[in-house]
């Protein structure tokens, strides 16, 4: 719990200065862009230590600055406040699993991922994620991917299968998805620029 006066300060620290432009994690493309939106999130979890998003976005930009370990922390946390399984914590499953294997900690990944898939749900799980929840090894293509799926969605999905290629070392694929992602993705998702950032590296 934070005294009042720690409240105040955080409540400062959290406006803009002056003339400063507010950045979105979507649009943050520089390094000391990112870190700024990490210094942000971690300012509101000061205040809000239980907020979801603000961890879930946080989780992915340490995954889009390459720091998987705090990213998986952060992604966990999120699964620990959803004491039943919702759209925010599949997508926070996925990419803790992720950052677990861009560790090599294949196991854990899968253990993740297992324990996950049995928990109560609020909602159905969105279809297209289930094709990354039911197979260890994506054999998945662009030309396989559901049709009717929105833009956000889509870029959501190619953007997991990507990593998820590129963890496993088949950087064949995760060209395939990741640029897909780059050059049509929806430019206004965080997951845009984790694409982004793992593009740069093959």
């Known amino acids: 719990m934070?005294?009042?006066?720690?409240?105040?300060q955080a409540m400062v620290d959290m406006?803009?200065?002056?003339?400063?432009q507010t950045l979105s994690p979507a649009k943050a493309t520089k390094?000391?862009?990112i870190n700024n939106m990490v210094a942000h999130y971690t300012?509101?979890?000061?205040?809000?230590?239980d907020s979801k998003e603000s961890l879930y976005n946080r989780g992915l930009l340490y995954l889009t600055l390459n720091q998987?370990?705090?990213?998986?922390?952060?992604?966990?946390?999120?699964?620990k406040l959803s004491p039943k399984a919702n759209l925010t914590s599949d997508y926070a499953a996925a990419f803790a699993a992720l950052a677990l294997r861009l560790q090599k900690q294949n196991q854990e990944a899968q253990n993740?991922?297992?324990?996950?898939?049995?928990?109560?749900?609020?909602?159905a799980m969105p279809p297209e994620l289930r094709l990354f929840f039911e197979s260890n090894k994506i054999?998945?293509?662009?030309?396989?991917?559901?049709?009717?799926l929105s833009l956000t969605r889509k870029t959501r999905l190619m953007t997991i299968l990507g990593l998820n290629a590129y963890a496993q070392g088949d950087k064949t694929l995760a060209k395939e998805f990741l640029y897909a992602v780059k050059n049509n993705g929806e430019t206004d998702t965080d997951e845009y620029q984790l694409a982004l950032a793992f593009c740069q590296k093959l």
């Not at 406006?15 to 400063?20: A, E, I, L, S, V």
């Not at 300012?43 to 230590?49: G, N, R």
Request: no cysteine; proline share 7%; charged share 35%.
């Open 2 to 8: 934070l005294s009042m006066g720690e409240y105040e």
């Open 15 to 20: 406006q803009p200065n002056r003339g400063q």
């Open 31 to 33: 390094t000391s862009e």
């Open 43 to 49: 300012k509101l979890l000061k205040l809000f230590p």
């Open 68 to 79: 998987p370990l705090e990213a998986a922390q952060d992604l966990n946390r999120v699964l």
């Open 112 to 123: 993740l991922l297992s324990q996950y898939k049995v928990r109560e749900r609020e909602e």
């Open 139 to 148: 054999k998945s293509n662009i030309k396989s991917m559901p049709e009717d």
